[in-house]
């Protein structure tokens, strides 16, 4: 694949990359898509210190930090970020640029998100309960036990479950997700 990021900046490779991506130069720092993000306490920077980072061209932190790897694509913050920023996409833009440069953990992000990718295709939906216990589990067992409590307040207020429920219309994601892999594996080739 040729390297489209000759000459241009760290920020400038991430915008150019994200649809709708230059309004990040408008980000305000609230910290409202922290304080939105379910997947928050696992993240090494919060959004809106990965947006500063990536601002100030720092590369390498941004590359490194397993923030991206942790979005679960929620989209809660897109939709409450006050300056309309494509977070998510952003997310989605740092997970292609790391891979792309070798900036990845084999053994943790990968598996992180192949499981994501997993629960869509087999209920048409994220499963958070089941996305994090699986990866605790394997990769920071003694981790997963500080978590239980805030699992449990999660539960209380409706946002978690413990089994995944699966959308009525699977059948027309999976038909969507099918296409979506042949268009791309003929991008590849
Ligand atoms: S919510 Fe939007 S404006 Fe606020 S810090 Fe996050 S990206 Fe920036
Ligand atoms: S889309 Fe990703 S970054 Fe945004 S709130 Fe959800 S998990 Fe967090």
Redesign the pocket.
């Known amino acids: 694949m040729p390297d489209s990021s000759m000459g241009k900046s760290f920020y400038q490779q991430v915008v150019d990359a994200t649809p709708g991506g230059d309004v990040l130069a408008t980000c305000l720092q609230c910290g409202t898509?922290g304080g939105?993000?379910?997947?928050g306490a696992d993240m090494d920077a919060t959004?809106r210190k990965l947006f500063a980072m990536i601002a100030a061209n720092m590369e390498d932190e941004v590359l490194s930090s397993n923030t991206f790897w942790y979005?679960?694509?929620?989209?809660?913050?897109?939709v409450r970020c006050p300056q309309e920023i494509p977070?998510?996409d952003l997310?989605y833009t740092l997970k292609r640029i790391a891979v792309l440069k070798g900036h990845y953990h084999k053994d943790s992000h990968v598996p992180f998100s192949s499981s994501f990718i997993g629960f869509v295709e087999q209920y048409g939906r994220s499963f958070e309960f089941g996305l994090v216990t699986r990866h605790h589990l394997a990769h920071a067992p003694l981790k997963q036990l500080g978590k239980s409590t805030l699992g449990l307040q999660m539960m209380q207020k409706g946002r978690l479950t413990l089994t995944p429920e699966r959308i009525k219309t699977l059948p027309q994601l999976s038909a969507i997700l099918s296409e979506a892999k042949r268009v791309s594996a003929q991008q590849e080739v």
């Open positions: 898509c939105s993000c379910p997947s959004p979005c679960v694509s929620c989209y809660y913050c897109t977070i998510t997310m």
